[in-house]
């Protein structure tokens, strides 16, 4: 379960399918804790089912991840979601850093393209048993 919060929703006209985004937050209930996401502004296409969100876009996961991007494009059909403008983050085992970020929320995959660098700290990566 997700929620979705936005200071202000601005809709110019009923000719206009896009509804103008201000303060965006969302709030996402996950198997290893809340995770939450920040960004100042975006814009939601009712007709192409595709949200554009205008960074700094901030993630943080109750288990340690983290991330920032500057821009984020959402397929809500697809459930996917393209980050450009340089992603950074953290995970329990380390830190990364790239161009961009495809995620496929279906699938619970993320990928990292162009200039792609991961750094992993010995000794903090949990195998399953």
Do not use: H
């Not at 995970?91 to 279906?106: E, H, K, Q, Y």
């Amino acid at each position: 379960p997700f929620k979705v919060i936005a200071g202000s929703a601005v809709q110019a006209s009923a000719e206009v399918p896009e509804v103008e985004l201000e303060s965006l937050e969302a709030q996402l209930d996950m198997a290893e804790g809340p995770a939450r996401i920040e960004a100042p502004s975006g814009s939601y296409n009712y007709r192409t089912e595709q949200i554009d969100v205008a960074g700094p876009i901030a993630f943080t996961a109750a288990d340690g991840y983290r991330m920032t991007t500057s821009t984020v494009r959402i397929d809500l059909d697809s459930q996917a979601a393209v980050g450009s403008g340089g992603v950074a983050g953290e995970v329990p085992t380390g830190n990364f850093s790239a161009d961009s970020i495809v995620a496929n929320l279906r699938e619970r995959t993320v990928r990292l393209e162009g200039n792609a660098r991961l750094r992993m700290v010995p000794g903090k990566l949990r195998v399953p048993k």
